[in-house]
């Protein structure tokens, strides 16, 4: 007999409060696929997936940003700890971890999390906002060597006018460094569009550039990025947020000051001004979406030959229904790739459930190997393969696990590296390391939601 607690998260419906009988999960009872040592960098650490890098490794050690919370309400303002803005390390060879505070108490939000960005003279740059409150840009600099000791807290003020929530106000950090040594930072402002700043100076200064692009009829796009490390910028965007519109995917690539589409056709200077001189829709469709099909951007990766592949989500039950109304249910995982003539796209794996209620379109997320475009890391409550609740053998309810994918001439293969969870295993992050190993970095707690609400510890494991 199914036990009933199976049967009702089957189902979709909610973790149960406790079971009667025994569970059985899909993935069998034990341990996972892959045997990995878990390490907690930080005990209390969240992000969101705008910004870049949220992770990298220098010097030998993994250097992870994140926003801390105390599984309290935000309105907890004098809880210790509460929105601290945090840079944790781990020493990969000797094991020693260690935090440091880049601003305490600034927002509990995981939209706040900073971009991190090596420097030639053995700093760290990071970049980060309040969510969409203010204008302000923060920037900070390690000292040379030691990722653990940082400088006061710079502000760079951007265009536009104050206001309420969105508007002109700031969100995310992307740090890229270019040849030549002019830093930029593409984050999200004037307009709610993506827009940047550069340094000439590594930083100490900035200047704002202009608005990268617009949206259309109001709407703002969500991008993400990749850099070739050589002076091309890519990225892959959406319309907007996919609760206000069903979006598709495009993809364009800076080079040289000009923006082009996927082909190499110029499409238009990079603005110098709060003025757009291209919208979301003038850059080449990877993925057209529709009302069953609702994409949102996830991971963008360039291979060996500086080609993109991409992963994406999409919601598959949301026709008909309205938001907040449910749906979400059935959310899936998308891999594209452009081999130098035309973008390829398949579907690869169930996502299953939305994270939480009121934005029915957030996945467990998915980090692709920045070293083989042929790997994928994927969180996700259901079984990739088949889509049946990952129940736990451990409490009786279902977790969020981690898989690692790998992509061959008969499709994809999937191996657990969690399992059993008595917790959720979130936000996957593969930086980019020059090792035969790869660092995987999660989110492994509760979480509830963005505006403070987790629990979830910054979690690393080096795998073969």
Not at 400 to 420: C, H, K, P, Q, V
Request: glycine share 12%; net charge negative.
């Amino acid at each position: 007999m199914t036990p009933i607690c199976a049967l009702t998260l089957a189902l979709g419906g909610l973790a149960a409060s406790g079971c009667q009988e025994d569970c059985e999960s899909p993935l069998g009872s034990g341990g996972p696929d892959i045997e990995v040592d878990f390490i907690e960098v930080n005990d209390n650490g969240a992000w969101s997936w705008f910004m870049s890098s949220r992770a990298i490794v220098s010097e030998g050690k993994l250097i992870v940003g994140s926003v801390r919370a105390v599984g309290k309400a935000r309105e907890d303002e004098g809880a210790e700890g509460w929105g601290n803005v945090e840079v944790s390390t781990l020493d990969i060879e000797t094991g020693a971890v260690g935090t440091s505070v880049l601003y305490p108490q600034f927002e509990q939000d995981d939209h706040d999390a900073p971009s991190l960005l090596p420097l030639p003279d053995g700093r760290i740059l990071a970049a980060y906002a309040i969510h969409g409150l203010e204008r302000v840009v923060y920037t900070q600099h390690s000292e040379v060597g030691d990722p653990l000791r940082w400088g006061a807290a710079q502000e760079f003020v951007t265009p536009g006018v104050d206001s309420g929530f969105g508007g002109d106000n700031v969100t995310y950090a992307n740090l890229f460094r270019f040849p030549g040594g002019r830093i930029y930072n593409f984050y999200r402002g004037y307009e709610s569009d993506p827009n940047y700043m550069y340094s000439d100076d590594e930083g100490e200064t900035w200047t704002y550039g202009g608005r990268l692009m617009e949206g259309f009829d109001g709407y703002a796009p969500y991008l993400r990025y990749a850099y070739d490390g050589a002076g091309t910028l890519h990225f892959m965007a959406t319309e907007d947020h996919p609760r206000h519109y069903d979006n598709s995917i495009y993809h364009g690539y800076l080079q040289g000051g000009v923006i082009h589409d996927s082909s190499g056709a110029p499409i238009a200077e990079l603005s110098e001004t709060t003025g757009a001189n291209l919208s979301v829709l003038d850059l080449s469709l990877v993925y057209a979406g529709d009302e069953d099909h609702v994409a949102w951007t996830v991971d963008i990766e360039l291979d060996a030959e500086r080609l993109p592949y991409l992963a994406f989500s999409t919601q598959r039950d949301g026709a008909g229904v309205p938001f907040f109304g449910g749906a979400g249910q059935d959310m899936r995982y998308h891999y594209g790739r452009w081999d130098g003539e035309s973008w390829s796209h398949e579907e690869i794996a169930y996502a299953g459930t939305h994270l939480y209620p009121r934005e029915e379109d957030y996945t467990g997320l998915a980090a692709l190997d920045p070293t083989n475009p042929n790997v994928i890391y994927i969180s996700t409550d259901a079984e990739p393969t088949t889509g049946e609740a990952l129940i736990s053998e451990a409490d009786c309810r279902r977790h969020y696990e981690l898989f690692r994918g790998t992509r061959s001439d008969s499709g994809w293969t999937w191996e657990s590296i969690t399992a059993n969870s008595e917790v959720d295993n979130l936000r996957p992050i593969v930086p980019e390391w020059e090792d035969e190993r790869t660092a995987l970095v999660w989110m492994r707690g509760t979480y509830v939601r963005a505006h403070g609400e987790w629990t979830t510890a910054v979690t690393a494991a080096i795998l073969p």
